[in-house]
Structure formats: structure tokens, C-alpha cells
């Protein structure tokens, strides 16, 4: 088999380096005689650039660009509206990725100087692809990966309806060591509240970073052939009421570099191919740039294509397989892409606290649906029983977590001290020694220095806290809702601190600007519901788990219990529930829960305690897990987990 690509772009290497390595014979077509740097840079997932690292494996060519960690959203007058935690986005610039390609590029792959014409027939099935320059290739397979305005896409489909430009972005690469020092790895963008206008910078080394205005060209335009001193009064124009820090950045912009690109799209297609010729890249599909999906998306048509070319046969039915494998992915991202665009030319619609990050990747859907039972689940975030108590509740979830999920409800331990008393506690010392003291009974370390040190006053900052994350996100909510115990029971952190749990929300992946606003204002109402809950349901002990079936049958459990008897709740109210077999494999266990306890581990794995330390350090040892070590005991944290 013989595959001719027409287009030397991202999406055309990325093609012909994968069949290659299939021992696939290639060819790759480019019209450029020398590759351009239009299209500074892109932000690229990690689902496009592990694709990449792949290809690259063994041949020491380092993946060029830095990862972003973060996103910040700003309103024009620098006000946040958003700040959060970015997982596995890097920043490439355009002709760094494409000298990268090209370096593992074998010689003669690629013939250049050839501007597709049009494809020769025979038989009804393409042969051979005709070239301007009079040259022809010949092949089995014909792959269209020549960019939006795609030449083999109007051969086989005619011409396809884009949408209006009604939305331009200036684009440019500036150096600027100071800014980057002070922003390195964070994605900030400003958009102005009343008008169509916005400006992003984000960081593609130490020191450069590639810019973007994107204006509504139907308030404000400026000629696609303007001089560079043209360019530089519009966009100062434009973004005159910006921060300082915008000016700060585009002073050291040589606008002869910077160029405006019109953006639109068009629908998606009913398919990508026509007999023996496909499309992929830009040429298949194209979103608007507001989802900084299109290079990832490339990379991954490339990759979809070429594990159906190995596995099916027949050409035709392999690409039909391709389309089917992509196109619900192509069309959420063209959607949204719409969406965005819509909001940003009518800023009067757009609600800061729903709006949407502008990077979306593939994420596998979640197990949630109509389950046969209800968990109610009254916490507190100091509740040293909740703590010890989690290596069940974890282990509950693997094993049954088809049957139910969870809503946590927050108690309200601690109001303050005044006339508080809880048994023998009546004092925040009197706390630190039953802390101590649960530590020994159960193996799972606390440290309650933290009452002798810097004693919390109340449980209710972070009960209000954890209902502002529970707001945004409520698998998130249980991930902060962890961490700022991690924060208290073993690093002594008083978690009544707003700086403490804001870092904590953005860690675990939260919008933490939001996550303030809320924790201010609806969170304060939503916890008084949770009291109001707990009182009318008579919930006086922690942890209180109320179990309810779809009959409305009741099983109510109190404080600290062994693993059976909530299994033997769940054989009651649901008697042919089947237990999932635990997968005790270490790396699946790490991938499943970011931090964990020695006794967590040796409970989920079911290893001995001198087991669980000799795999533990193993592990610490290869690099897959990091640790953090108490005074008590160790907490361990995962390199595997994605939030």
C-alpha cells in the first residue's frame, strides 16, 4: 500500500511519520518551498503532544514548547472572573513544531514545490495526484491534509459553505524576559464587559510570548494589508482601556512580524472521504480558535486514521470508521467554538460565573446515572472519625460504586469554642491528644500539634468553603474536600485561612476566583441548608451515613464502622448487588486516587503493613509516586493522577 499525502503541515507530518513507522510507504506533497511561520503559536494537549513524544521515542529530538499550568480570566479593567488550574496544555510555536517534525522526517519523504492540481481517475478510483508543476504521484491512498482552504476537499466535495468573518485576531510573538519571569506558565486573558475586545498572552519559552487581540470586526476593523505602524495604531486603539500590563508586553512587539487572521468555519461534513481519498486536519473539519483545538485535533485525526489503516483492510471501510471515531468530538468543539464567539460579540450575555474555558480535550464520561441508591453523607472537615473512615468509603466506591453515589452534606462540628462540649472535649488541647490518640488506635496519621500550635476556632470557613467548590463541581468538591484535610490532619495548616483554601480549590482543578465570589456570598446560604438538613434529620454524630433504596427503605450509619457492616447495609437494601473484583494493582490504584495513606494502600491492596512499605518505596523509588511525611505518618501522592 502506498499513501500520498497532499500537505506538509502539522497534520500531513504527523500522518506520514505514524504510517512510517508502520513500515507504510509515504509520501508527503507540500506546495511551500520553504515552510512559513504563519501561525506563531498554538496550545496543544496532552492527547496531541503524547502522540508526538511518541514518534520522537528513541531518536533524541526534544518536544519543543512549555507547559501552562494555569488560565486566567480577566475582565478589561483587569477585575478576575477566572482563575484555574490547567492540566497537560502546552504552548508550541508553530515553526518549532514544525522543525521538530521535520527532524525525524526520513529523507526524500517529502517532495516540495508541489501545488496540487487535480487527482487522475480510473475505474471510477483515484490513481495518481496531478500537480501544477506538471509532476505526478501515484499511490493506492489519497490523504487531503492542505488546511482550511483545502484543494483535495473541493475535488471530491466541491465547495464548502464557511461561515462570516465577523470575528479577526491580530497575531504576534514578542520577546519580553521581565513579564515572563513574573507569568511563566499561565495563559491570561482580558475581555472587555461591553464591546467585543480581547487580549490573551501566553508563554512559549522563558522569555517570549505569542499574543492575540480578537475584536469584533463588524464594531472596528483594520485593513488586512495595513503597514506595521497601521497595525500598531489599531491595536493601541483597541486596547487602550486595557491593564498596563497589556502595554507592557506589546512594546517590545515588532508589529512586521504580527498579521491579522480572519477566523470562521463550516459545518460539519456527513463525511471525510470519497472512494480512496480522505480528509483530515483543517481540510476534514475547522473550529473557531476560541477552543484552541485545532492543531490537537489534527494530531489526533492522524493518529485515528492510521490505527484503522492497520487494522481494516478495505480502505473504505476503514475511513468510515475514522469519521465515525471523530466526528462527535469535531462537532462538540465547532459547537462550542459557535458559542464562544456568540459571547464574546455580546458581552451583555455573558455570566463570568458560567463562563467557559476556551480549552476543552477528550475526557471519558463518568458513571453517573439513575442509581438504585442514595447515600447522604453528613462531614465536617476537622471530623477526625471522617478522616479514618476514608480508606472504606474509597474502597465502597471501587467495589460498589455502580450502585450509588454520594451527596455530602456538612455538619457543623465546630461553631466555636464558646460552651462547646463534645464529651470529654471542651478545649482545642483537649483535641490534640484525642487526635494522637485516634492515630495510634486506627494507623492513619494526624497530627495534633496543629490545637497546641495555631487551634482552628471553627469548622465553619471550610464547611462554607467546601459548599463554593461543591457549586462548581461536584467530583472536585470531594477532591478539595481532601486536600484541605490533607492540609490540616498532616501539614498543620489552619484550613479557617481563605488563602489556604483558595490554593487548595485551585490545586485540585477549581475556578478559584469563583470559588471566592461564592464562598462570599451563595455558599454562606447553602451551608445554613446543610445545618437546617442535619438538625431536622437529627444528625449529631460524624460521619452519619444515610442509606436509601429505591423502595425508600432506610439504613442509617453512625461514626466509626468496619468495611462489612456497610457492605452488609448495601446486601440489604439491595440483595442481588454483586461486588466488583478489586483491582490491587498499584498503578491502578494511584490512578484512581491522587494521595493515599500507608493504611489506605495496604486496606485497597491488601497487602501487609510490610508489603504496603516495601511496594510504597518501590514506587517513591521509580518515580511514580511522591511523599509528604508528618510527624505521625506518611501521605503519599501520585505523578498518574488527572484531575
Known amino acids: 500500500m502506498k499513501v500520498v499525502i497532499i500537505g506538509g503541515g502539522v497534520a500531513g507530518l504527523s500522518l506520514g511519520l505514524l504510517l512510517k513507522k508502520q513500515n507504510i510507504e509515504v509520501v508527503i506533497n507540500e506546495k511551500m518551498t520553504e515552510f512559513h511561520t504563519r501561525g506563531h503559536a498554538f496550545l496543544m494537549h496532552l492527547d496531541g503532544w503524547s502522540i508526538l513524544e511518541e514518534l520522537s521515542e528513541g531518536k533524541n529530538v526534544p518536544l519543543p514548547g512549555i507547559e501552562i499550568g494555569e488560565f486566567n480570566f480577566n475582565k478589561s479593567n483587569g477585575e478576575p472572573v477566572k482563575r484555574q488550574k490547567l492540566n497537560l496544555w502546552r504552548c508550541i510555536r508553530r515553526k518549532d513544531l514544525i522543525a521538530f517534525l521535520n527532524r525525524l522526517v526520513p529523507e526524500g519523504l517529502i517532495k516540495t514545490g508541489r501545488i496540487f492540481s487535480h487527482f487522475i481517475y480510473e475505474n471510477g478510483k483515484a490513481i495518481a495526484a496531478q500537480f501544477s508543476n506538471g509532476e505526478i504521484e501515484y499511490g493506492d491512498i489519497f490523504i487531503g491534509a492542505d488546511g482550511s482552504n483545502s484543494a483535495v476537499r473541493e475535488a471530491i466535495f466541491g465547495s464548502v459553505e464557511f461561515t462570516k468573518v465577523e470575528v479577526k485576531e491580530v497575531v504576534g510573538l514578542c520577546k519580553n524576559e521581565a513579564l515572563a519571569s513574573k507569568l511563566p506558565n499561565v495563559f491570561t486573558k482580558f475581555q472587555s464587559d461591553t464591546r467585543g475586545i480581547s487580549f490573551g498572552m501566553i508563554p512559549v519559552s522563558a522569555s517570549d510570548f505569542v499574543w492575540f487581540m480578537q475584536y469584533n470586526s463588524l464594531e472596528a476593523d483594520c485593513c488586512d494589508k495595513s503597514t506595521p505602524e497601521q497595525l500598531k495604531a489599531f491595536c493601541d486603539f483597541q486596547l487602550s482601556d486595557f491593564p498596563p500590563i497589556v502595554n507592557e508586553l506589546l512594546d517590545t512587539n515588532d508589529y512586521s512580524t504580527s498579521y491579522i487572521w480572519n477566523t470562521r468555519d463550516f459545518g460539519l461534513l456527513p463525511k471525510f472521504h470519497q472512494g480512496n481519498i480522505v480528509l483530515i486536519g483543517d481540510a476534514a473539519h475547522l473550529a473557531l480558535p476560541f477552543t484552541s483545538a485545532g492543531t ?21 471501510l476503514a475511513f468510515e470508521q475514522y469519521y465515525a471515531s471523530r466526528k462527535d468530538e469535531i462537532s462538540k468543539h465547532i459547537y462550542l467554538g459557535r458559542e464562544l464567539k456568540e459571547l464574546f460579540m455580546h458581552p451583555e450575555k455573558i455570566d463570568g460565573d458560567k463562563m467557559v474555558v476556551p480549552l476543552i480535550s477528550k475526557k471519558e464520561a463518568d458513571d453517573k446515572g439513575d442509581k438504585p441508591l442514595k447515600v447522604q453523607y453528613f462531614t465536617d472537615p476537622i471530623c477526625s472519625t471522617c478522616w479514618v473512615v476514608q480508606p472504606m468509603l474509597r474502597r465502597l466506591k471501587l467495589e460498589y460504586g455502580e450502585y450509588f453515589d ?24 483537649d483535641v ?18 496543629i490545637w497546641l500550635e495555631d487551634p482552628l476556632p471553627s469548622s465553619y470557613p471550610p464547611s462554607i468553603a467546601f459548599k463554593a467548590a461543591q457549586m462548581q463541581d461536584g467530583d472536585l468538591a470531594i477532591l478539595f474536600l481532601r486536600r484541605i484535610k490533607e492540609m490540616l490532619f498532616l501539614e498543620k495548616k489552619n484550613i479557617v485561612d481563605l488563602n489556604y483554601l483558595e490554593n487548595a480549590a485551585f490545586e ?46 432506610t439504613i442509617i450509619a453512625k461514626g466509626y464502622q468496619e468495611y462489612e457492616y456497610f457492605e452488609d447495609i448495601i446486601h440489604q437494601l439491595i440483595p442481588n448487588a454483586q461486588k466488583r473484583s ?62
Not at 455530602?408 to 482545642?428: A, F, K, V
Not at 490534640?432 to 500539634?449: K, R
Open 296 to 316: 490537537t485535533n489534527a494530531i489526533l485525526d492522524a493518529k485515528a486514521l492510521t490505527d484503522v489503516l492497520l487494522k481494516i483492510g478495505n480502505s473504505e
Open 432 to 449: 490534640a491528644s484525642h487526635w494522637e490518640e485516634v492515630c495510634m488506635i486506627h494507623g492513619i496519621p494526624l497530627d495534633g500539634d
Open 582 to 643: 478489586l483491582n490491587t494493582d498499584p498503578v491502578f490504584l494511584f490512578s484512581c486516587f491522587s494521595t493515599m495513606t500507608n493504611k489506605e494502600f495496604s486496606f485497597l491492596s491488601e497487602k501487609s503493613v510490610e508489603d504496603t512499605e516495601k511496594t510504597l518505596d518501590d514506587l517513591y523509588e521509580r518515580g511514580y509516586i511522591d511523599k509528604f511525611e508528618s510527624k505521625n505518618g506518611i501521605i503519599w501522592k501520585s505523578k498518574l493522577a488527572d484531575y
Open 406 to 429: 454520594i451527596d455530602y452534606r456538612m455538619g457543623g462540628l465546630l461553631p466555636s469554642w464558646t460552651d462547646y462540649q463534645r464529651g470529654p472535649i471542651t478545649q482545642p488541647s
Open 508 to 553: 485540585v482543578g477549581l475556578d478559584s476566583a469563583k470559588f471566592i465570589k461564592d464562598y462570599e456570598t451563595k455558599a454562606q446560604e447553602a451551608f445554613r441548608n446543610d445545618l437546617i438538613l442535619a438538625q431536622n434529620m437529627e444528625v449529631g454524630v460524624f460521619p452519619t451515613l444515610i442509606f436509601t433504596n429505591q423502595d425508600n427503605k
